[in-house]
């Protein structure tokens, strides 16, 4: 798997044997029965792939006027009018409980259908002539390597200030939690844990690992 870099299936087609072969030698690293096996979810402007049990789910953006409707199944896609726009990775912490998600709301219950990503580290290519707000190019590894506890000061020393960032308002129940995304690079981590949501949350993220991580083509 490390020789296969994820961002590179990025711009192909649902039939493409690279994605194909990804999910597979994804599927090899877990004993979960059919964990290659996608539930799609289609919409007029997005079809997704979601891999539960691999943690990971496909957004295929519909070309050329393609507008897939609501529930239709895989085999009656028109795959090749579609490409992959954006990649998501999920970090489920094993600690969570089934008493403390029946709480949750239904977009956090939904979330919580996945796994967590597999393969650790994750190896993320980085931008080289990424530069700064006074246009200087920055000066960072080639990569990033991304683990289950990688927090949002680790992206931060090593991706640099993030592009664009939100979340983390209002109180601790009910809010979403910080995210940053790095536009240059093609990356969005949201984080997770009570660090990253309500007052101070901005002070505290530092400490709060990823929960989703999205992978789109750079700016």
Known sequence: MSS???????GQSPISENISG??????ETTSRADPSTPAVKAYPDAVYFNFYKLGLSLQFAPKGGYRPT???KQSELKNEQMALDSIYLYNIPSKITTDSTSKG???RSAELAFSTFP?????LV???NAKDKDGNTLSRPSNIEITPETSGKDFVSILGE???KGGGAGPSAGSIGIWCEWTKDGIMVEFGGDEAKGPQAWERGK?????ILTIFAPA
């Open 4 to 10: 296969l870099k994820i961002q590179s299936l990025l």
């Open 22 to 27: 990804y999910v597979n030698r994804l599927a």
């Open 70 to 72: 609501a529930e239709l």
């Open 105 to 107: 709301t239904s977009s």
């Open 119 to 123: 393969i650790s580290p994750l190896v």
């Open 126 to 128: 980085l931008n080289p």
């Open 162 to 164: 993030p592009d664009r």
């Open 207 to 211: 400490d709060a690992v990823w929960k």
